[in-house]
């Protein structure tokens, strides 16, 4: 792989990863408290510093070395979870929906953002390609994440919405899936089931959503 592609892409993809990574857990934190939890705020972990958010290894060094070895055809990083003590919610069992939604919500937010700031600068005249495709990157890593952490099984968020939805013996045996969860998960990626029968459909209706929604915003700029 060319040394400077590498750098050009890394100079792109920074900062939507960043926001991305930041606001999502943030809104974890921040949600948590909004229904009873404190454990993130009192550890400092509500907050849009991403130094606070981001794990040395799942972040960086995961990402790169993938991003090195595939030729950018295999991407997979994580951050330091936001702690949350879900018994210390109000309704424990239907507030962690909230808060585990919260997440993914912030992705499609975000996503949603970063197509009002390419419309904006088109209208704007502006053509510097690295802008556009920042704007790009954005709108892509979040509806990456927003999809990705949707998938129901734990520990991703939609695996404790599916707990948080079931009756509660159906919602015990999901919860034990947890501390094995993210090498079932991993497994998953690996062998192209999360890519072929979740990512790649729920991602073109996530972009329809969002094309749908800026369509005012495309047709002001024309």
């Given at each position: 792989?060319?040394?400077?592609?590498?750098?050009?892409?890394?100079?792109?993809?920074?900062?939507?990863?960043?926001?991305?990574?930041?606001?999502?857990?943030?809104?974890?934190?921040?949600?948590?408290?909004?229904?009873?939890?404190?454990?993130?705020?009192?550890?400092?972990?509500?907050?849009?510093?991403?130094?606070?958010?981001?794990?040395?290894?799942?972040?960086?060094?995961?990402?790169?070395?993938?991003?090195?070895?595939?030729?950018?055809?295999?991407?997979?990083?994580?951050?330091?979870?936001?702690?949350?003590?879900?018994?210390?919610?109000?309704?424990?069992?239907?507030?962690?929906?909230?808060?585990?939604?919260?997440?993914?919500?912030?992705?499609?937010?975000?996503?949603?953002?970063?197509?009002?700031?390419?419309?904006?600068?088109?209208?704007?005249?502006?053509?510097?390609?690295?802008?556009?495709?920042?704007?790009?990157?954005?709108?892509?890593?979040?509806?990456?994440?927003?999809?990705?952490?949707?998938?129901?099984?734990?520990?991703?968020?939609?695996?404790?919405?599916?707990?948080?939805?079931?009756?509660?013996?159906?919602?015990?045996?999901?919860?034990?899936?947890?501390?094995?969860?993210?090498?079932?998960?991993?497994?998953?990626?690996?062998?192209?089931?999360?890519?072929?029968?979740?990512?790649?459909?729920?991602?073109?209706?996530?972009?329809?959503?969002?094309?749908?929604?800026?369509?005012?915003?495309?047709m002001l700029v024309k």
């Amino acid at each position: 792989m060319d040394f400077s592609d590498l750098i050009q892409t890394v100079a792109i993809y920074a900062l939507p990863v960043l926001f991305a990574i930041t606001v999502h857990e943030a809104a974890h934190g921040y949600v948590a408290r909004y229904f009873g939890d404190n454990t993130a705020w009192m550890l400092g972990r509500v907050t849009l510093n991403p130094v606070k958010h981001i794990d040395p290894v799942g972040t960086i060094l995961m990402p790169l070395l993938l991003y090195v070895a595939t030729s950018g055809t295999f991407l997979f990083g994580y951050a330091k979870p936001v702690p949350v003590q879900f018994g210390n919610l109000r309704n424990p069992k239907r507030d962690m929906i909230w808060v585990a939604l919260a997440g993914p919500g912030a992705n499609l937010l975000q996503a949603l953002l970063w197509g009002v700031l390419f419309y904006f600068l088109a209208g704007a005249g502006v053509t510097e390609p690295f802008f556009i495709k920042m704007c790009q990157a954005g709108i892509l890593v979040n509806v990456v994440m927003f999809v990705f952490n949707l998938f129901p099984l734990p520990p991703l968020d939609g695996g404790r919405v599916l707990v948080g939805l079931l009756p509660y013996k159906q919602a015990l045996l999901v919860s034990r899936i947890e501390p094995w969860g993210f090498f079932v998960v991993m497994g998953l990626v690996i062998s192209g089931v999360i890519s072929n029968l979740w990512m790649r459909p729920l991602m073109d209706v996530t972009y329809t959503v969002i094309q749908t929604v800026l369509t005012p915003l495309a047709m002001l700029v024309k």
